[in-house]
């Protein structure tokens, strides 16, 4: 069993800021906000399995350690190993809820982003003569 931590993809995902605001620019943006947000649930979801597997494998080495008679002092940071293992894993799992929450809040933007410009969108993409920006005449 091994305890470093692994990221599943090779580099950071970057979200450089520009001012592309087209239709399908954004709606790329958000795609990829949401793909992120997808992977990195199920990324934190295996880290606190492992984390809580490590935490009760702990509690039986601190049992181990106890029934040994060896020096208290060892099952007592053994055991607290164990409790911190337990509330790292606590955290993990509300930053993953976050990430669930957020990621579909992401996929929900996209599809009133869709509904709301996509058929303006296809409407100014076929055609040649320029037309509004969306918002113009919102002003």
Aim: proline content about 3%; overall charge negative.
């Amino acid at each position: 069993m091994s305890s470093d931590l692994v990221s599943g993809t090779s580099a950071p995902v970057a979200w450089p800021g520009d001012d592309d605001h087209r239709y399908k620019a954004v709606q790329g943006k958000l795609l990829a906000l949401a793909t992120a947000l997808d992977d990195a649930t199920l990324e934190l979801e295996g880290l606190r399995r492992s984390m809580r597997t490590n935490a009760s494998h702990t509690e039986d080495v601190a049992d181990d350690i106890e029934n040994a008679d060896l020096d208290r002092k060892f099952v007592e940071v053994t055991n607290l190993v164990a409790v911190a293992l337990g509330g790292a894993a606590v955290q993990v799992k509300d930053l993953h809820d976050t990430a669930r929450e957020t990621a579909d809040l992401t996929h929900e933007t996209r599809r009133t982003h869709s509904r709301l410009y996509g058929a303006l969108d296809d409407i100014r993409s076929n055609r040649r003569e320029k037309t509004p920006r969306p918002g113009f005449f919102n002003r």
